[in-house]
Structures are given as structure tokens and as C-alpha cells.
């Protein structure tokens, strides 16, 4: 089967750091995406990973362990821009479908 | 400009009719999928199409239909079947189903149904 887990919800302060996990088990793994969706809108595409490390994209970063299931997305210098829901997804290699947790509703503080 | 559009952002329906969403991409994309959204809950898969004439149902298909007679276009409808039909539908486009094919969303239906 497959299951994805990540926190429901995160409170940061602007100009800070943040790290959001997210942990999967999947029956064949190939690639976990991370989405940005603001609250009633489209989820904005962030950043994909499919080999182990670290991925960085300006201020924000993604790293992967494919041995442990495990990513997190790493958000610098916090602007309030930044409240909004962080979804992570993974993409199945039997049928090649994404399957996406939850998400994981930030909330940034002045 | 290049894009995937849904229309109507809002749609109100009474219990026991069909509705058909729209679903259009001019990103040239050879697959498209619909999600359904509820609050607090992640985008559940509920048809995808990976090319013209074909599609696939996804985990939560059951009272929905979908047709692809255009690459640009992959309308949904929600019949009467759907037992909870009231929710956030998503609409996604991307250039292939493997890989680094990031998905790009349209702006989504709420449908509301009284």
C-alpha cells in the first residue's frame, strides 16, 4: 500500500527557518514532488527529487532519503507570503500515479 | 499565455442532478487528471487520462465520468451517484506520467450541492 505522513500544521516566525517533514511507504518509489497551496487556490508546483540529498531552489530547499522514506522541505528567511499549505507527493513506479499526503497548513507569525 | 483554466470557480447544484466541470489546457500536455479536495484532507485522485480517448480510473472514481475527445480538454461530471458530492475539484495538466513531470493545477471548481 501506500501512506504518506506529514504534519497537519506548523507556526513559524517571519524571517526564520522552518522544516517541514514528510515520511512514505510506497510499493515502488519514483520521485516525491512538493506543492504550494494558498488557501482556496491551484497547488504551485515547488520542487521534485528522486536521487538521495539535497535539493536547493532559492530560499527554499528539499532533501531525500530514499533508504529511510523520508524528505522535508526547508523554508529560509520566512516572509508572511509564506502561510499556506505544503504538500508533499509521491509518485508510484507500478502505475506511475502521484498519491499526495495531506498537507501541512504553515502559519508564519510577525 | 499558456495555462489550464476551470470554469465556473463556483457551482451551487441540487442533490440529484448531474453536473459537468470544465477542464482546459493549452499547455499542449498529453495528460490530465481531476482531483476532489476536502478540508483537511489531501488531493485524492479520481480520473486521469495519459492521452486522447483513454482514460483510467483513479482511487475514488465511483459516480463520476470523464471523457478526452481533445488533447486540450478533460471535462468531469459528478452524477447523482456520488453520495457526497460537495467539495474542491482540481484539474491538472503535465507533459508526461513519469518522472520529473510536475503537474500544474487549474484554479478549481467549488461545487456545492443543496
Known amino acids: 500500500g501506500q501512506n504518506i505522513d506529514q504534519p497537519t500544521e506548523m507556526t513559524a516566525t517571519e524571517g526564520a527557518i522552518v522544516q517541514i517533514n514528510c515520511t512514505y511507504q510506497?510499493?515502488?518509489?519514483?520521485?516525491l514532488f512538493w506543492y504550494q497551496q494558498h488557501a482556496g487556490e491551484a497547488p504551485t508546483f515547488l520542487s521534485y527529487?528522486?536521487?538521495?540529498g539535497l535539493e536547493e531552489k532559492g530560499r527554499f530547499s528539499s532533501f531525500l532519503s530514499r533508504s529511510k522514506g523520508y524528505s522535508y522541505l526547508l523554508l529560509k528567511e520566512l516572509q508572511m507570503k509564506d502561510s499556506a499549505s505544503y504538500l508533499c507527493a509521491v509518485r508510484d513506479k507500478r502505475d506511475d500515479k502521484i498519491i499526495f499526503g495531506k498537507g501541512t497548513r504553515l502559519h508564519i507569525l510577525p | 499565455d499558456g495555462g489550464i483554466t476551470q470554469s465556473p470557480k463556483y457551482l451551487f447544484r441540487k442533490e440529484g442532478q448531474n453536473v459537468t466541470l470544465s477542464c482546459e489546457q493549452n499547455?499542449?500536455?498529453?495528460?490530465m487528471y481531476w482531483y476532489r479536495q476536502d478540508p483537511g484532507q489531501g488531493l485524492r485522485l479520481i480520473y486521469y487520462s495519459q492521452i486522447v480517448n483513454d482514460f483510467q480510473k483513479g482511487d475514488i472514481a465511483e459516480g463520476y465520468s470523464v471523457s478526452r475527445e481533445k488533447k486540450e480538454s478533460f471535462p468531469l461530471t459528478v452524477t447523482s451517484a456520488q453520495k457526497n458530492p460537495t467539495a474542491f475539484y482540481l484539474c491538472?495538466?503535465?507533459?508526461?506520467?513519469?518522472?520529473?513531470?510536475?503537474?500544474?493545477f487549474g484554479p478549481g471548481t467549488r461545487l456545492t450541492v443543496l
Open positions: 499547455l499542449n500536455h498529453d495528460a
Open positions: 510506497t510499493s515502488g518509489f519514483n520521485g
Open positions: 491538472a495538466s503535465s507533459f508526461g506520467t513519469s518522472g520529473a513531470n510536475e503537474q500544474f
Open positions: 527529487n528522486v536521487l538521495d
